[in-house]
């Protein structure tokens, strides 16, 4: 009865119902190409959206972590030199109170041992006072104010677990080897300075602790930015897969659409003609 009605027609209803569900497919397939993305957004796979945010958040949180741990890496670098130069300095000053501990050595050429030693006790000074990174320490001024003993946290990872760094008393070493002129003076006094258990000796082997920690600070921190790195790569991969679309073969299933979409065009158009047949009856 439909076939023979101008109200209801029956062939173009199901060519339009067809050519909606082409272009349907159509614009999806041309949002992944457009876009990249399998799911671009909720409206695509909502559970699958929710979980590419998370990944993508955690991977901005390593990211972060990472810039500050790259951050640390220049300030343990600059306390390290710094350190090494107060060492190398301090066995400098070692060898000259070796010569002061010596009862033989006076007038003159103790003047210029205790002159010798008052010089490299101010390389020590420049060495503490410019060990900073971006207005930070690890150090210590002379004032004891900056890098005081304890630790310093940092973050290392996207939940924000830190890790701690020494820090190091210069201000207390400075003091302890800034010796007096009366001491200068004695040889008695500095042959008990450089003991095994003498003051010189012991910040001596302060120093030689705290380039230990730096060192192993150092490399804690190289070993956790290839960590952060190589999760961070992890979860991209993961998250390619899970969102990325295959543009290869969106691309095959765009051509076909685009041809069925002109296919029904036609097949509607036609269906659109059927009720015109109808009016030859009339003549």
């Known amino acids: 009865m439909a076939l023979n009605s101008v109200n209801t027609n029956?062939?173009?209803?199901?060519?339009?119902q067809s050519l909606q569900l082409t272009n349907s497919q159509l614009a999806s397939v041309q949002k992944q190409v457009s876009t990249g993305y399998r799911v671009a957004d909720s409206t695509d796979d909502g559970a699958a959206y929710a979980i590419a945010q998370n990944v993508r958040s955690t991977v901005g949180a390593?990211?972060?972590?990472?810039?500050?741990?790259?951050?640390?890496?220049?300030?343990?670098?600059?306390?390290?030199?710094?350190?090494?130069?107060?060492?190398?300095?301090?066995?400098?000053?070692?060898?000259?109170?070796?010569?002061?501990?010596?009862?033989?050595v006076q007038g003159n050429d103790r003047t210029n041992y205790e002159q010798q030693y008052k010089s490299?006790?101010?390389?020590?000074?420049?060495?503490?006072?410019?060990?900073?990174?971006?207005?930070?320490?690890?150090?210590?001024?002379?004032?004891?104010?900056?890098?005081?003993?304890?630790?310093?946290?940092?973050?290392?990872?996207?939940?924000?677990?830190?890790?701690?760094?020494?820090?190091?008393?210069?201000?207390?070493?400075?003091?302890?080897?800034s010796f007096t002129s009366t001491q200068m003076g004695s040889a008695a006094t500095i042959a008990a300075l450089i003991t095994a258990s003498g003051t010189f000796i012991n910040q001596q082997n302060a120093i030689g602790q705290a380039l230990n920690q730096v060192g192993a600070s150092v490399n804690y921190i190289t070993n956790q930015i290839s960590y952060n790195?190589?999760?961070?790569?992890?979860?991209?991969?993961?998250?390619?897969?899970?969102?990325?679309?295959?543009?290869?073969?969106?691309?095959?299933?765009?051509?076909?659409?685009?041809?069925?979409?002109?296919?029904?065009?036609?097949?509607?158009?036609?269906?659109?003609?059927?009720?015109q047949t109808l009016l030859s009856l009339f003549k």
């Open 10 to 16: 029956v062939g173009a209803m199901i060519a339009l």
């Open 62 to 104: 390593l990211t972060s972590a990472n810039q500050q741990l790259g951050n640390v890496q220049g300030l343990l670098s600059t306390t390290q030199s710094g350190l090494n130069n107060i060492s190398n300095t301090m066995t400098s000053m070692r060898n000259v109170l070796v010569k002061l501990s010596d009862g033989n």
């Open 120 to 177: 490299l006790l101010s390389n020590v000074q420049t060495f503490l006072q410019d060990a900073s990174y971006n207005g930070k320490t690890l150090i210590g001024d002379l004032t004891g104010s900056n890098g005081a003993f304890g630790r310093v946290a940092v973050a290392r990872n996207e939940s924000g677990s830190t890790y701690g760094i020494a820090t190091f008393g210069g201000s207390a070493l400075f003091g302890s080897i």
């Open 229 to 275: 790195s190589n999760k961070v790569d992890a979860l991209n991969s993961g998250l390619g897969s899970l969102v990325d679309a295959d543009l290869a073969k969106e691309s095959a299933q765009l051509q076909a659409l685009q041809i069925r979409q002109q296919l029904g065009t036609q097949a509607l158009s036609l269906a659109n003609q059927a009720p």
